[in-house]
């Protein structure tokens, strides 16, 4: 039997504000397996960043486990087994585009010509070739975002947690970038986690789609992708697809009417 | 009618001044103006008011005094400013800045030694003047660490101030890197800092000239800028006294002047440089 | 009442006692007058504050007051209280001086703020420079106390009479391990704590009457306070504010000061105030004063007042 | 109250090694003594000597202690020679000259943000005036207030308020500039008057800086109004018991006057963080 | 004839870096009728924020001329024309929810009891009652986002200017607010220039759709919508609806190729 590479169980987060708790997750299961490419959807608010910062060691469950390849979330952290991609671009206002692209890289200790080979690759990938030198503030919003994203892929993570990394761009750039995720994901067999509000974004990406509810935040429904691993972008006219969207979509309404 | 004069001439100035600052090929005229008008109005109403060259002297006074002492006031200023203020302002600030980052580091330390650390450098420098002479000897040495001690506080408030000052977004990225604490402090805590530190430096930099200079009146060799402050007040030569003022001033402006330059360098991103 | 201002030259001790015993048993309030006594500090300028109009009149040593009318403070010595001089340099056996011709090559502690002319009259009667090196002395700018000498960073310290010699003594150096050098034994002797006014003030007739009065009064205080020093101690205490002074102190800085003002019965002598002028202006080629001061002091008070 | 252990730890420390000090330091006094007397000194002796001088070099923080509880508890706070009476003067004069330097020190950075001509004017002269060594012209100034009838409270206060303002002018620029671009922008669009956009969001970014700020001119206040005590004729205050300490060689006296203007500035600084936290927290910006 | 209320002709904007000048909007035309609800459509970085910039009198093109009601942008913004929702909910962080939304309300001298009504609707609006006491770091993303929107609602500015304002936002929450957004310019008849990345949501919602090409950014189609002002949901299954669209994606994709 396979060891799920991330297990949840009964996961609780309760946070204290100065008027009344918030309860952001209620009774989390879940178990991700190897080489999985999940998709994390649901209303605004219901608890899909404070999950991924729970499997990232940012935030501390209240209640119930949370295992990282056996470890605990903070072990992996320090085993260095993230990328994380925030829903802000959060790139640090000192750094060029390309030095803030280094930064992962250079904390890792990469030797400086790899450095300089990778963010040249993956500035190509998400179309800013020709904006390093630019500080942040000299760029748009999805440029930012692309920024951030090239970022959390310069390094090689067994996990990527990206908290919807797509939401400032355009349909044609977003096509391109998930097909390029997806052959990144297909040649290293990363383990992603993936944020995101477009229902076709997530049935396309993944092999499980896990839908969530808000206050407090439950896990409605997780749907096993019958989809295979190579899928051509005309996948999303086939009936199988259209099946699972819809299936998406009912959780999501459910959810929102709960 | 003289009150008269002194008000016009000031609003006359006043009122060229801000069309000046409007364009900015004229906009460094603007402090210079500034500046004349100043020693304008103090050179009419000491004039006018016939008040005595020994409570204040006119600035044409001065401005003699200053070109005829040349000699003494280089002799002066390296004693007090170069020997005295600099070196406390390095030893000073650079000692700040790292109780700053090894506190900041132990939350035991932080707890014990910053409410004890604000204790000892709030000890006021003219009570601690004369102790430090005591120590140190007359010469320099004891003035470079008055220095020290007037410095230390507000650089090592503003340098906590300045690591605490990184979002939680920044923060935790780092965290998903697993970045030890050094890769963190250089990487992201030291740069969100900058702006801090430099408000810290900036503040030091009067406070090194005053202190070295104030040092000296509780015992120095026969130089330097403090000494020859007090004992030509003594004299009732105060066009002296203001001269050596002067070089303070300008000394100081241009220390000054220098951190801000580094400053527009060093902190070019943050909202306050960018305009 | 008439108001008057006094400026002191030093903070509240028995330096000052006659003004405080004047006050305290009512020989002001006898003559009329409203006395305030400011206590001054080391940095002080009492000229200053007389010509910013702070004060009436104040209590100054002849140099500095010299010096200051030639750099064109026009003031007036109108009584002098104190006849001889207490200034001394006290040295250190250890440090190996005997005499005036062992200071070159040591390190000496002066006042300065205008209390460094009869230093300088005097080294430039010795013929020995103030810049240092191994046949002139290395001059520091002495601060508030006697710690230089304690703590042996110079060889010699400036002291006075009633003071800080005492100071070094009750710091637990006996006399034999000290060596003194009286300026008034060196014959550089210069006149002490004096009563000056602004000159323009004098003309005012009522001003004169006001000074003479005031004159009159401090001098009954002074004979006071030198025929009853503890008492007179007690009264300077009573009016130290800074709660620092320590009476055995003060009682015997009154017993040295009453013999600093035993000669005088207020008048300036015309012959102190001559050798004064003369070791301030015989200072070689960086005399104190410059040319013969005219109209410096005047009998006009004291002669009113003690008759 | 997490703080104690770690507060007395470092405290413990500091006393062991102020004893150290002292014992070192004194001792050269004590064997000078001994050698005039021509006497034997065994180490125990002078390690009781040093710690009991009358004129110590380094006082014993016993001695220290000793003569602050004397000069505290056991005398009437009117007293001349109780550190409560003289504690308040500098006290009242420092809070006073606070008051003036902060509410200046703020204009002067309100202006300088909003009006070109201030900013390039005066800032220059602002940063060169703080250049002028205060303790030279506090008695110029005590000297002419006087002459102008103005005694008392006020000049010292002035002096506190000219080094405190300063500190404040610096970090309150900073801060009220410290609003990034896009709130900048927000405002812009709302079409805010100038003070609309300051109240609502230059203040309340600006916070963080004044705070800091405020912390050092309230220490810088104190220092002012010691420095006015030193010179001006002043003959009560805690600067004025320093000066007589230092007069007389009184060295447990000013290490006691230090300590009681030290604790004096340290209360007023935690006062000022405890204002700031509360605030910050109100603002919902200590998270 | 009807004056435009935005009226630009040969718009330029070239900003100046360091290392190269950026030409982001070129010969920029467009006219924009009272009424109107244009949405702007195009790549990552092709100059739709600073062309929004630009009408709010935010930025200064460098070239052409633009006029908002007959007036210059700046006096327009000086009459409080503008509600502006920026790409970032950009919320002030010392102010609590409630009191970010006021803070227009405030600046414009609205009546107390006023306010306090508007805040409940707009919070109500946006599906975030009970959230007013909360600081905005206690909110999700599309929560902040939220905020910023009702904060542009509150108020009654002629142009409402949206930059990606339901960008973070989930599919079903996203059709609620398009709905209500359509329903206020229905009452209100606000112009509303609307920047997206979503082709169905510029169809379903504008009466004029901008679709815009990068480097440097030009106008490259203007498409006059054929639908009607009512639109229910089910519209987007129309074939009228379909072919907008699938206009729209064509040009997108040309100025991807370009
Ligand atoms: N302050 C600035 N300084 C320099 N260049 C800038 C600045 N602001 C924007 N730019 C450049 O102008 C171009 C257009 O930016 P803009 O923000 O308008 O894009 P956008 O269409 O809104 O993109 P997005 O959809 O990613 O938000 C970009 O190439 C960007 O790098
Ligand atoms: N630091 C915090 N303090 C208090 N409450 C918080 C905090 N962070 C998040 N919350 C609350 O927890 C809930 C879940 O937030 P979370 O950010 O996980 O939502 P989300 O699913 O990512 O939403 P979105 O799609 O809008 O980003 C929200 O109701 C939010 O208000
Ligand atoms: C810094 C300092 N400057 C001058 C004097 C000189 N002084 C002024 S009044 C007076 C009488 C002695 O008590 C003396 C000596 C001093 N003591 N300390
Ligand atoms: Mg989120
Ligand atoms: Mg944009």
Known sequence: MKKPVIDASGVNLTFQTKDAPVHALKDVNLQIDKGDFVSFIGPSGCGKTTLLRCIAALEAPTGGSLTVNGLSPDEARKARSYGYVFQAAGLYPWRTIEKNIKLPLEIMGYPKAEMDERVKRVLDLVD???????????????????????????????????DEPFGALDEIVRDKLNEELLKLWDRTGKTICFVTHSIPEAVYLSTKIVVMSPRPGRITDVIESPLPRERPLEIRDTPEFIEIAHRVREGLREGHNA | MKIAIILLVWIGLWWLNTRLARSAKTAWFVPVLFGITLLLLWELTVRLFGVSPVILPPPTDIALAFGSEIPTLWEDFVQTIIKGAFSGYIIGCGSAFLTAIIIDRSPFLQRGLLPIGNFVAALPIVGVAPILVMWFGFDWQSKAAVVVIMVFFPMLVNTVAGLQASDHMQRDLMRTYNASYIQTLAKLRIPTAMPFIFNGLKIATTLALIGAIVAEFFGSPIKGMGFRISTEVGRLNLDMVWAEITVAAIAGSALYGLVSFVEQRVTFWHPSQRG | ADDVTLQLKWVTQAQFAGYYVALEK???????????????????????????????????????????????????????????????????????????????????????????????????????????????????????NVDPLLQKQAACISTMTYNEYWQVIDAGISADDLITFKYEDEGVATLEDGLYVMEEKLADPAFEDKMVRFVAASMKGWKWAEENPEEAAEIVLEYDETGAQTIGHQVRMMGEVAKLTAGSNGALDEADYQRTVDTLMGGGSDPVITKMPEGAWTHAITDKALN | MKNILPILTVLLVIVAVWYAAAIKMNAPWTYAQAERAGTEVTFSEVVRDTLAQERPVLPAPHQVAQELWDTTVMKKVTSKRSLVFHGWVTLSATLLGFAIGTTAGILLAIGITHNRAMELGVMPWAIASQTIPILAIAPMIIVVLNSMGISGLIPKSIIAAY?????????????????????????????????????????????????????????????????????????????ARLLSGSYYGQTIQIWSALFAAALLAASLVIIVGVIEKITLRRMGMAA
């Open chain 3, 26 to 144: 009512g020989y002001y309030e006898e003559a009329d007058l409203d006395v305030t006594i400011k206590a001054g500090g080391p940095d002080i300028a009492p000229v200053q504050v007389l010509l910013g109009g702070g004060a009436d009149v104040m209590v100054d040593w002849m140099p500095s007051a010299l010096a200051a009318r030639e750099n064109g403070a026009p003031i007036v010595n109108i009584a002098q209280p104190f006849k001889s001089s207490g200034m001394m340099l006290t040295c250190l056996k250890e440090s190996g001086v005997t005499s005036p011709a062992d200071f070159p090559g040591k390190t000496l502690g002066v006042w300065f703020f205008g209390n460094e002319y009869p230093f300088l009259s005097w080294m430039s009667k010795l013929n020995i420079p103030t810049t240092g090196g191994a046949d002139g002395v290395e001059v520091l700018k002495q601060g508030f």
């Open chain 1, 128 to 162: 800013l070739s020709g904006f390093g030198k630019k500080f942040p503030w000299q760029l748009s919003g999805g440029m930012q975002q692309r920024a951030s994203i090239a970022r959390a892929l310069a390094f090689d993570a067994d996990i990527l947690l990206m």
């Open chain 4, 163 to 239: 080094l405190s303002f300063f500190p404040v002018a610096v970090g309150m620029v900073k801060g009220l500039r410290a609003p990034d671009a896009m709130q900048l922008d927000l405002m812009r669009t709302y079409s805010a008057s100038d003070a609309q956009t300051f109240w609502k969001l230059r203040l309340p970014s600006s916070m963080p800086y004044l705070f800091a700020s405020l912390k050092v001119g309230v220490a810088a206040s104190l220092v002012g109004t010691i420095v006015a005590e030193l010179p001006s004729g002043a003959t009560r205050g805690l600067g």
